[in-house]
C-alpha cells in the first residue's frame, strides 16, 4: 500500500517548523533536507523541502512562497491520554499561536491543531445522552481541555 503524507505549504520556515514540530513530539527526526538549484523557482541553495516525522508520521514541508496559507478547514489531531500530555503538547504549540475553543489553537507557523484527551470521545459516546450533552457543554466552554472538569460534567446529576 501506498504511504499518504501530509505535505504542508510555508513561505520560507520550512526547516524551522519542521525542527521544531521534531522538538515536541517524541521520536521525531529530520529525514532530508533538499535545497533549490539554479533551475528552481527558489533562492538557489535556500530550503526548498523537508522531509521529516512525527512518532512515526511522515510529512514533507515546503518552502513555496507567500501564495498559500494555513486554514482551520485542516488540522491535526493530538491524542493524550494525561492532562500532562493535554498541558505539555498545548504549552508547546500555542506557544507564539493563538489559542481557540474546545482544544484547538493554531501554532507560531499558522497550523492548527486539536489537542484531545483520549477520554474526549468516551464521554462524548456515553449512551447516557444527559452526560454526553453535559460534557459537550463543559468542552464548548473551554480552550485547552481539561479532564476533570470533562469528568465531573459526566457525573453531574
Known amino acids: 500500500m501506498s504511504a499518504v503524507t501530509p505535505f504542508l505549504w510555508f513561505d ?5 517548523a519542521a525542527r521544531f514540530y521534531a522538538s ?7 529525514h532530508h533536507i533538499a535545497r533549490y ?10 530550503v526548498m523541502t523537508v522531509d521529516f516525522e512525527l512518532d ?16 482551520e478547514a485542516v488540522s491535526f489531531s493530538v491524542s493524550c491520554e494525561t492532562q500532562e500530555e493535554v498541558d505539555s503538547y ?11 475553543p474546545c482544544g484547538w489553537l493554531k501554532d507560531r507557523y499558522g ?10 470521545p468516551r464521554l462524548l459516546g456515553d449512551p447516557d445522552r444527559e ?23 459526566a457525573a453531574a446529576a
Do not use: C
Open 12 to 16: 520560507t520556515q520550512a526547516e524551522e
Open 24 to 30: 515536541v513530539f517524541p521520536n521525531s527526526r529530520i
Open 37 to 46: 538549484g539554479e533551475a528552481n523557482p527558489g533562492r538557489e541553495g535556500s
Open 56 to 71: 512515526g508520521q511522515r510529512f514533507t514541508a515546503l518552502n513555496g512562497g507567500p501564495q498559500y496559507t494555513f486554514s
Open 90 to 100: 498545548w504549552a508547546a504549540l500555542a506557544e507564539g499561536g493563538e489559542e481557540g
Open 111 to 120: 497550523l492548527s491543531w486539536q489537542i484531545v484527551p483520549t477520554a474526549l
Open 131 to 153: 452526560k454526553s450533552q453535559r460534557v459537550m457543554r463543559a468542552m464548548m466552554g473551554m480552550h485547552k481541555l481539561q479532564i476533570d472538569e470533562l469528568e465531573r460534567a
